[in-house]
C-alpha cells in the first residue's frame, strides 16, 4: 500500500526543498501531500492542513530560519501548529534543519522572532534523531535514507540502507530472472568479496541491480549489518568516501576520514555495498567530454585492446584503486555496475567478473511473448540466438515483424527477414520496413554527435509539422529506433544505432547546414563554467565540418573553443578529437583550410594538444609542419613560438641538447624582432633545462640568471601567469639542488636552504595561480603548483627543517575554479598530511582531463611521500609511473623513477628489488636515462644555412656528442647523485 507523506515548512524560503521532498517520494512510490498539492478548497489552510496530517502515515518538517504565517488569533505558526499535531496523533516523524553557519538569503531570516524559533527546534531535536541539510541535494539523499530505514522498519526489516541516489525504475522492468539469480548466489553463497558486472550503455545494469537489491535482498531476511546504495552518475568519488564513512563508522560530515579504520569495520562486519555506474570515476568516461562518448563495443567483436585503451579503465583519483582492492578481502560484499572494468579489479582472487550480454533464453521468449510475436518457445529462443539475445536488436526484429507480413516467428525465418548468416542485417531491413516520413526523420536525427532536443531536430525539418514530428519521433522511439529521457527531455540514439542511419543519409551537406543554422542563433554564454556550456557551439562547429565548411569551423574553434577547452577546462581528449577534424586527408597532410597561417596555427595547437596528453612523438612532426610554413611566410614571431614549442617537447624526453638550441634561438629572434614576451619565454625554459643539468651560479650561463632575465619582464609586465611559471621554476631548481646536496660529500655541498626556498617558491607560483585564476583559471598550473608544494614538503621533512616553515595557507577549488572549497593551514606535524592532499587534488584533476604530462612526477611523489612516512613504496604505483613514461617516452621521467627505486632500496637493510631491479640495476638505468640523445637530425630543418649562427650546442651536435658532453649536458643532477650512490652500493659488497 502507497505511503502518504505530508511536506510541513516554510513556503517561499524553502521552495527547492520541497521540490526535492516530491521527487524523493516520487522515485519510493509514496503520495506527497503537500500545500502545492491541494488546489482551491473552500476551507482555510489551518483545516485543510490539519485534514491531510491526520490521513498521512509519515510527517517531514523541513525547518531553516523562519517561523511562518501565524493564523489571526493564535500564538503559533501554522508550520508549528502542523508539528505539534504530528506528534500528537503519533505519527512517523522525519525532522531535518539546515545546518549552522549555512549561507542564507538574509530575506527569509526571521531576526525578530529569533528567540520563539531557538525554542522550537529546540523542542523538534529533543522529540526526535533530526538530520541537518546544507544544500537540497544534501537534504534529498538524508530524506532518501531516512524514508528507505522508516519502510524498511514498518515492514519488519531490520537492515538500516543507506541509499543515496534511488533508481527511478520504469514501470515495464520485466525478466532478468538468470542474472539475479546469478547475483543471489554469490551473495549468499559464493566466496569472492566484489562482483563486477560490466556491460556496454543500455543493456540494463542499474535497473537489474536495483531490482536484485530491493527484491532479492531487502525483502528477505537477511542477517548483515547495513546496506549501502551510490550512483557514481550522480556524484563522485571523494563525496562517496565521506558518505559511506558516515554511515559505516558514524563519523560526521566534516571529519577527515581514516581509510585504514574504514577497511578494519568493513573487513569485520557484514556490509553490501551496491556501487553504480562506477565507470563515471575511470578515466575513460570521468571527463567533461564524457558526455560526448559514443561507445563502439557490441557482442561479438572483440578487438585487442591497446595499453592506451587500457588507460581509459583506470581510476581517476588516486585512492580509489586502492579503495576497490581493499574490498575484495573481508566480510563485506560490494557490487560494481560498469561500462569499463575497473583496471585495479583486475586478476585478482576476490573479484568475480561477469560480462552483461544479452536476455536470458526465458527473458527473450517473455520479450517476444510482450511484444505479441507468436511461436513455439523453441522458435522464440532460436530467433533469440541468431542475435545473441541483445535487447536492441530484438526490438528492432519485433518491429520489423510487425511491419512486414511475417505472422509469426516461423514466417519470420521463411521470408529470410531473420538471417542466421548476416544478422546485423536486422538494421537495414527494420529501417526499410519503416515509411518514407520515418526513415528521412530518424537518418537526419543521427547528425548529431551526441543528446539532442526536440527544439534542435525540429530546425532539420522546416516545412513539416510540429506535431506530426513529434508524433514520428515518438514512434521510432517506441520501434526502438531512438531513446528518449522523460526526465531531461533529451533524444539520443543506441551507438550502433546513430553509426548505422548517419551512412544511410544521402543529403548530408543539406541536413548538415540545416543544423548550422539552429546553432548559429544559440547566443553564446558570456562566461564558461563546464564544457556543457559549450554544447552548442561544440555541435556547431561539428555541423560545419560535416558541411566542408572547414574554415569557418576553425574560426569557430579559434573564437569560442580554444581558450576554455585549453586553460580552464583542459579537455585535452575533446580537442584532439576536434582538431583532427580538420585533417580529414590525414595528419601528415595540412589541414584542409584555404590560409597557411590558420594551417600552421591548427597544426601547431593539435601537436600542443598531443604533447600535454602524453603523445610527444605525435607532437614533434606537427610543430616541424607548422614551422615550415611559418618559415615560408618569413613569420619570424610564430616560428620562434613553433621553435618553443618544439624545444619544451624535446625537454622530457632527454633531448636537453637539441632543446638548448632552439631555446636559444627563440631569444636570438625575438630580439631582432623585439618581441619581449616570446624572448622571456625562451629565457625561462631555458633556465629550466640549465636546473637538470645543474648550470648554477659560477658557470657561465646558469639557470638563476636565466630565470631572472625572465622573471623580470613578468614582474614588469604584471604577468601573472608568467610569474607563476618563475617562481615554479626556482622551486623546481631547489628541489633539484636539494636532493644533490643530501647526497654530496660535505666539502662539496652548497647552502642547506634548498629545501625551505623550494617550499617559497611553490607557494609564490601557487599564490600568482590564485591570481590568474580571477580572469582565466589555468588547470595546468594549478597541477604544477600542488605537485611542487607536496615535494617541497616531503623534502623539508626529510632535512629535518621543519621547525622553520612559517604558517600560510592552501587553497583548494571547485571543478571549474569559481569558488574556493577547503583551506589547509600549513603548520608543523601536517607536512605528509597537506603533501598527500596536494598530490591526491592535482593527479585527481590530471586523470580527470587527461593531462598526462605531470602524471608519472605525482605518482612518483606518492611513493616518495609513503617512503618518507616510513612506509614502504606501493610497486603497483612505481608500475604505473614507469608505463606511462615508457608509452610517453618521458626520458626525464624515467630517470628520476629510477633514481628513487635505486636509493630507497640502499636504505633498506636487506637487499631487496623494485620493479624487477636491484639497487645497482636501478641507478644502471638512471645514469642510462640521465644521458642526453640528442642527435643533428632533432634539430629543426631550416632553408637558412645560418639559422643556427653562434649556438654551440649546434656545432656540437653537427660533430656528434662525446660521452662526456650526453653526461654533461644531459639530466646531470640525477646522473651524479646515481654515480654518489654506486659508491654505497660497492662499500655494501
Known sequence: MEMKVFISSTLVDLKEYRQAAVEVLNRYKCVPLAMEFFGSQPQDPETVCEKEIRECDVFI????????????????????????????LGKDCLCFIVKKGLPWNPDFIEMDKYQELKEFLEKVRKDNVVEFFKSPDDFAKKLSTSLANLKAKREGEAVQRYIAHPYPLQDNFTGRNAERAILSKWFFNEKEPVFVMEAIGGMGKSALTWVWLQQDVLERAVEIDGVFWWSFYDEPFDSF???????????????????????????????????????????????????????????????????????????????????????????????????????????????KHVFLKGLSKGDAVRFFRNEGVKGTRAELEEAGKVYDYHPLMLKLLTTSIKRSRAKDIKHAFGLKLIDRKEPHKILTRGFKLLSKEERQV?????????????????????EMDEENLWQVMQELRNLGFLFYDEKQDRFDFHPIMRSFLYNSLTERAKVHNLAVQYFQAIPGKEKIITLEDLAPVIELYHHLVKAGKFDEAYQIFNDRIEEPTYYQLAAYHLRIELLKELFPDGEDKLPRLENESSQAWTSAALANTYGLSGQPAKAVPLYLLNNKLQEKNDDKTNIAIGLGNVAFSQIIVGQLSTSTAHFRKVIALCQEIEDEFQEAFGHLELGRVLAFQARVKGDSACAEEELAVSTSHWE????????????????????????????????????????????EQARKALEYCELKAKSRPNQ????????????????????????????????????????????????????????????????????????????????????????????????????????????SGYRLKLTDLHLFCGQTL????????????????????????????????????????????????????????????????????????????????????
Not at 960 to 974: F, P
Open 241 to 351: 568516501i565521506q558518505h559511506l564513512a558516515c554511515y559505516v563508522m558514524g563519523k560526521e560530515d566534516q571529519e577527515a576520514v581514516d581509510l585504514p579504520a574504514l577497511f578494519a569495520v568493513l573487513h569485520q562486519r557484514k556490509f553490501l555495498l551496491v556501487l553504480d555506474g562506477l565507470e563515471r570515476e575511470l578515466r575513460g568516461y570521468a571527463g567533461m567530454e564524457a558526455m560526448f562518448i559514443q561507445e563502439q563495443r557490441f557482442e561479438g567483436s572483440v578487438e585487442k585492446e591497446s595499453e592506451w585503451d587500457r588507460r581509459l579503465r583506470e581510476p581517476v583519483h588516486p585512492r580509489a584503486g586502492r579503495f576497490l582492492q581493499y574490498l575484495t578481502v573481508g566480510n563485506s560484499k560490494t557490487l560494481v555496475t560498469s561500462r569499463l572494468m575497473p583496471v585495479p579489479l583486475e586478476g585478482l582472487s576476490g573479484v
Open 716 to 759: 614588469n609586465t604584471k604577468d601573472y601567469q608568467g610569474l607563476n611559471f618563475g617562481h615554479a621554476y626556482r622551486s623546481l631548481l631547489a628541489l633539484l639542488q636539494g636532493r644533490l646536496t643530501a647526497v654530496l660529500p660535505a666539502e662539496e655541498r652548497h647552502s642547506s636552504d634548498h629545501s625551505l626556498e623550494a617550499l
Open 780 to 887: 595546468r598550473d594549478f597541477v604544477r603548483a600542488y605537485w611542487l608544494l607536496g615535494e617541497a614538503l616531503i623534502q623539508c621533512q626529510s632535512s629535518h627543517c621543519t621547525t622553520r616553515i612559517e604558517a600560510f595557507e592552501i587553497h583548494f577549488y571547485d571543478e571549474p575554479f569559481q569558488k574556493q572549497v577547503e583551506s589547509l593551514i600549513l603548520k608543523k606535524g601536517k607536512e605528509s598530511e597537506i603533501a598527500e592532499r596536494c598530490f591526491s587534488e592535482a593527479l585527481r584533476r590530471c586523470r580527470k582531463v587527461n593531462l598526462v604530462e605531470f602524471e608519472p612526477d605525482l605518482l612518483l611523489a606518492l611513493a616518495r611521500l609513503e617512503w618518507a612516512k616510513g612506509l614502504p613504496p606501493d610497486e603497483k604505483i612505481l608500475e604505473e609511473a614507469q608505463e606511462i613514461s615508457l608509452r
Open 442 to 462: 530518424v537518418s537526419c536525427i543521427a547528425v548529431f554527435r551526441g543528446v539532442f532536443t526536440f527544439d534542435s531536430a525540429k530546425a532539420l525539418f522546416p
Open 61 to 88: 518538517g523541513i525547518y531553516a530560519h523562519r517561523v511562518g504565517f501565524v493564523p489571526e488569533g493564535k500564538e503559533k505558526s501554522i508550520t508549528q501548529l502542523e508539528y505539534e499535531l504530528a506528534k500528537e
Open 906 to 989: 640502499l636504505e633498506l637493510e636487506e637487499p631487496q628489488k623494485l620493479l624487477g631491479l636491484n639497487a645497482q640495476e636501478h641507478l644502471e638505468k638512471t645514469k642510462a636515462y640521465a644521458l642526453d640523445v640528442s642527435e643533428f637530425s632533432h634539430l629543426y630543418q631550416s632553408k637558412d644555412p645560418h639559422f643556427y649562427h653562434n649556438i654551440p650546442e649546434y656545432e656540437m651536435l653537427k660533430r656528434r656528442m662525446t660521452q662526456e658532453e650526453r653526461i654533461k649536458n644531459g639530466y646531470w643532477v640525477a646522473y651524479r647523485i646515481a654515480e654518489v650512490l654506486e659508491k654505497k652500493v660497492g662499500s655494501r659488497k
